[in-house]
């Protein structure tokens, strides 16, 4: 990885292969959330260094698999796609091949997790309309023998949707210890514990 521009600094971490992230790494990938097609000599300039630099850092990341592959993102509801909808299901545990095979086949299914919690798994589908969010809860997947249960959650508003999060995004904030509070500082309905020396100290004025 080159060493051009000389940047210093504290590094966030060890990823892949062995590429150490810094902060002009998160810089590139900040920029690129924003727009994934902008060119290298543009992208140098956001993250103010060389081209060269930035050319040998956005290679490193591919190479390594921090950056695994650029996609387009669409508007759903111009596309036809106005429905989305959250399927939380409980799957027969002894069943779950059963279940990711039958899944792999749903085209409508946009994104699945294994959870924790009441159900087992997440699904989430975008369709054109209810009657398929209906047909595909209680056709296709209580068709399904994996599939013991299901609940369904209607999406309203999609408020915030980031393409990434990066460690960049939360700034560790230095937490300073509350001071003790003295008597006349405590609610009323609170307690405020007196160690044992301080208690003897106040004794002994007394």
């Not at 210093?8 to 790494?25: F, K, M, Y």
């Not at 990341?61 to 596309?79: S, Y």
């Not at 209580?142 to 999406?155: C, D, L, Q, S």
Request: aromatic share 6%; net charge positive; charged share 25%.
């Amino acid at each position: 990885m080159s060493r051009e521009g000389g940047e210093s600094g504290p590094r966030s971490g060890r990823i892949g292969i062995g590429l150490e992230l810094d902060a002009v790494h998160f810089k590139i990938l900040d920029v690129l959330r924003e727009n994934g097609r902008i060119s290298v000599a543009a992208l140098a300039e956001r993250v103010g260094i060389s081209r060269a630099n930035a050319y040998t850092r956005f290679e490193a990341l591919r190479a390594d698999g921090t950056i695994k592959r650029f996609t387009a993102e669409i508007d759903h509801v111009r596309a036809g796609l106005g429905i989305t909808a959250l399927i939380f299901v409980t799957v027969r545990q002894q069943m779950w091949r059963q279940f990711r095979a039958e899944l792999a086949r749903m085209p409508e299914v946009e994104y699945c997790a294994i959870t924790t919690g009441q159900h087992d798994a997440m699904i989430q589908i975008r369709v054109s309309d209810v009657a398929e969010v209906h047909a595909m809860v209680t056709e296709r997947l209580a068709g399904i023998p994996a599939v013991k249960a299901t609940e369904t959650v209607f999406i309203l508003d999609e408020v915030l949707k980031r393409p990434y999060v990066l460690p960049s995004d939360h700034p560790r904030q230095q937490r300073r210890p509350a001071p003790d509070p003295s008597p006349a500082d405590v609610p009323l309905g609170k307690m405020r514990f007196v160690g044992a020396a301080e208690g003897r100290a106040a004794l002994r004025k007394e």
